[in-house]
């Protein structure tokens, strides 16, 4: 929910300043241009709105890829205009595995509702696991290369 909320957020909106050339883009160009600062002050209202659905267990199976793509947007236009030091490229791959993990499937509101029910092959749910095991042992592994070399 920080990430949504954080004052940078009113401060990017205010200056509109333009896209660094230098910084990489992975979004098409057509997207990239639909989002602009106002855009981007809408799609942090969406996204904390979804990440306290998110939060509650409710919807999950269409909010957690919605929370995925509207963080990769906001975040994706604040690095592009700002060049600011962001941890964000590290919270998207956990994301991108909670969007099609089957997340709520026991603590959730839509449990208790009867809305989603447990999958039949326990295995769907030990990937999101390894995979998240996998992701920490590549950041830190990235992070003792890179405090060997220069």
């Keep these: ?80 205009h700002s060049l600011v030091h962001d941890d964000w490229i590290y919270l998207v791959f956990e994301l991108g595995v909670l969007a099609f993990a089957r997340c709520g499937d026991a603590w959730s509101l839509d449990a208790r509702l009867g809305w989603a029910r447990p999958a039949e092959d326990p295995r769907a749910y030990r990937w999101p696991v390894e995979w998240m095991l996998l992701w920490v042992a590549v950041v830190y592994a990235a992070a003792g290369v890179a405090k060997i070399t220069p």
């Design 1 to 80: 929910m920080t990430v949504f909320s954080s004052p940078s957020v009113d401060w990017l909106a205010e200056v509109q300043p333009k896209p660094m050339v230098w910084a990489r883009t992975a979004l098409p160009a057509w997207l990239e241009g639909l989002v602009t600062p106002a855009v981007n002050a809408q799609l942090n209202l969406v996204g904390l709105a979804l990440v306290g659905l998110l939060a509650v267990g409710l919807f999950t199976r269409f909010v957690a890829p919605a929370v995925f793509v509207v963080f990769l947007l906001t975040q994706h236009h604040w690095f592009r």
